[in-house]
């Protein structure tokens, strides 16, 4: 996702950018009252930034909830010159939206819905909701990967400009020589990737199997299949 300013980035942009809706769609809901910046009423051109709590309230008929499983290659939204997403390459029988994000080389579990209500709670940190993921690196791990990892790890800011930070404690279990898999409680852009980063090793394979009790189960690359009682 594309770097908040300080001054901000218009509402529908930042909708966009969280996987809530395509621009276009975001001013549909602006304009119907159903979209809130701290608790009031966003009007069309407004800013804010990830300080502030932007919300997408109202009744949704009609909720639909889908199991996901992005094939490598495919971005989540937003696609440039050249690329797939989601959409474009998976047919729902009513037109959703993804909740978070992987990224264009990951693979593995998104949830998909047409309820704008559900993704506050299924996104915020503040929620804790586990996700867990199946990794493998390109070199053995050491000894101490483990316990790195799960205390912890300072990732730098990146040469892109994108803020570093310490990772909040985690669930660590080794799988193989170069493979682990990782329970996080927290989704910062390309976390896991920039972890390993820090600590040396470089993702080769990354897939998402769990978002809180909903699991990857059979879905093969490209499949989904549809749940009922999200919340």
């Given at each position: 996702?594309?770097e908040?300013?300080?001054s901000?980035v218009?509402?529908?942009k930042?909708?966009?950018?969280?996987?809530?809706?395509?621009?276009?769609?975001a001013?549909v809901?602006?304009?119907?009252?159903?979209?809130?910046?701290n608790?009031?009423k966003?009007?069309?051109?407004?800013?804010?930034?990830?300080?502030d709590?932007?919300?997408i309230?109202?009744?949704?008929?009609?909720?639909?909830?889908?199991l996901?499983?992005?094939?490598?290659?495919i971005v989540?939204t937003n696609?440039?010159?050249?690329?797939k997403d989601?959409?474009?390459?998976?047919?729902?029988?009513?037109?959703v939206?993804?909740?978070?994000?992987?990224?264009k080389?990951?693979?593995?579990?998104i949830i998909?819905?047409?309820?704008?209500?559900?993704?506050?709670?299924?996104l915020?940190?503040?929620?804790?909701?586990?996700k867990?993921y199946?990794?493998?690196v390109?070199?053995l791990?050491?000894?101490?990967?483990?316990?790195?990892?799960?205390?912890?790890?300072k990732?730098?800011e990146?040469?892109?400009?994108?803020?570093?930070?310490?990772?909040?404690?985690?669930?660590?279990?080794i799988?193989?020589?170069?493979?682990?898999?990782i329970?996080?409680t927290?989704?910062?852009?390309?976390?896991?990737r920039?972890m390993c980063?820090?600590?040396g090793?470089k993702v080769?394979?990354?897939q998402r199997?769990?978002?809180?009790?909903?699991?990857l189960?059979?879905?093969k690359p490209?499949?989904?299949?549809?749940?009922?009682?999200?919340?």
């Amino acid at each position: 996702m594309e770097e908040t300013t300080k001054s901000g980035v218009r509402v529908n942009k930042y909708l966009a950018d969280k996987g809530l809706a395509t621009r276009r769609e975001a001013d549909v809901l602006v304009t119907e009252g159903k979209v809130f910046v701290n608790g009031k009423k966003a009007v069309l051109g407004q800013k804010v930034t990830e300080k502030d709590k932007v919300e997408i309230r109202g009744k949704q008929k009609d909720a639909r909830y889908f199991l996901y499983n992005k094939p490598r290659g495919i971005v989540t939204t937003n696609p440039e010159t050249g690329e797939k997403d989601i959409l474009r390459t998976s047919k729902f029988p009513v037109k959703v939206f993804p909740i978070g994000r992987l990224d264009k080389e990951s693979t593995g579990l998104i949830i998909m819905t047409n309820d704008g209500r559900i993704t506050k709670e299924l996104l915020s940190p503040e929620f804790e909701h586990e996700k867990e993921y199946a990794v493998s690196v390109d070199k053995l791990l050491r000894k101490d990967f483990r316990d790195k990892i799960e205390h912890g790890v300072k990732v730098p800011e990146t040469s892109q400009g994108k803020e570093g930070f310490i990772s909040k404690p985690c669930k660590v279990k080794i799988s193989g020589d170069k493979s682990f898999t990782i329970i996080l409680t927290e989704g910062k852009n390309r976390q896991i990737r920039r972890m390993c980063e820090a600590l040396g090793y470089k993702v080769t394979s990354l897939q998402r199997n769990r978002i809180g009790k909903f699991m990857l189960g059979h879905l093969k690359p490209g499949e989904w299949r549809e749940i009922k009682g999200i919340k």
